[in-house]
């Protein structure tokens, strides 16, 4: 099943944009659900799933971010960040979740509004706790409005998961987190379609990756003084 499901993806990522993408992705797909045991690869319309909210028309449909890319960003996360707890906004299947607590995150959270996904999530997350057992996970089946950003919450993951007007909303749950405790928070941001959204609100860029041109990914960062 999985490869099957590694031949679809590779012609879905072909076709849309191209075979040098197609057989790149394909290499780190096969790679990365191996290292990490999970099975997270798939392109799936969101009108196929059964949805919590009114906000579908913001958001994009599932895929995983590249192994690349996410690997490439963690590599940069300093060893402090890792000692709170990492939050993925529109976790999918929950690569981002597993993968972060391979590269040494205690805790990891994730939030989507598709509650076939969520449930993906959880069974990929009880897989990985058999390699990293002292790991803590929580899931929510939810859409922006029931999300919180606990004060705990130190590296917040993003990929291209909704449009403008969603972001905008992100950025001021993360502000109102900052100020109920003060603290340096990250926030990886793959395909940063909106990043200009967290310029002009103050976080600055400490690390870039780009590769082929499609696969992009940045650390921004913010710190209130406490």
Same mark, same amino acid.
Not at 65 to 91: H, Q, S, W
Not at 175 to 189: D, T, W
């Given at each position: ?46 009108? @196929? ?19 690349? =890319? ?5 590599? #940069?996360?300093?060893? =402090?960040?890792? @000692? ?10 929950? #690569? ?19 509650? &076939? ?8 997350? &009880? ?23 606990? &004060? ?19 950025? #001021? ?7 109920? #405790? ?8 793959? =395909? ?35």
């Amino acid at each position: 099943m999985k490869l099957l499901n590694h031949i679809k993806y590779f012609y879905y990522i072909a076709s849309n944009w191209s075979y040098k993408l197609g057989w790149f992705t394909l290499k780190k797909e096969i790679q990365g659900e191996r290292r990490y045991n999970i099975d997270t690869t798939a392109a799936i319309s969101l009108s @196929k799933l059964k949805l919590k909210g009114s906000q579908l028309k913001h958001a994009t449909e599932y895929m995983p971010v590249n192994y690349f =890319t996410l690997e490439a960003l963690l590599d #940069r996360m300093p060893d =402090t960040a890792k @000692k709170g707890a990492f939050l993925d906004i529109g976790c999918g299947k929950g #690569r981002a979740l597993c993968v972060a607590a391979a590269y040494g995150y205690k805790k990891v959270e994730g939030i989507d509004f598709a509650k &076939e996904l969520i449930e993906a999530a959880n069974t990929n997350l &009880e897989k990985l706790k058999k390699q990293y057992p002292t790991t803590a996970y929580n899931l929510a089946w939810g859409d922006l409005n029931s999300l919180t950003i606990d &004060e705990h919450v130190t590296t917040i993951f993003l990929f291209n998961p909704f449009d403008e007007v969603l972001m905008k909303h992100v950025i #001021r749950k993360i502000n109102s987190s900052l100020a109920k #405790r003060p603290r340096r928070l990250f926030v990886l941001y793959c =395909t940063p379609r909106h990043e200009e959204l967290f310029f002009e609100d103050g976080f600055d860029v400490t690390f870039r990756v780009k590769k082929f041109g499609y696969l992009e990914g940045v650390i921004l960062e913010k710190s209130n003084s406490q």
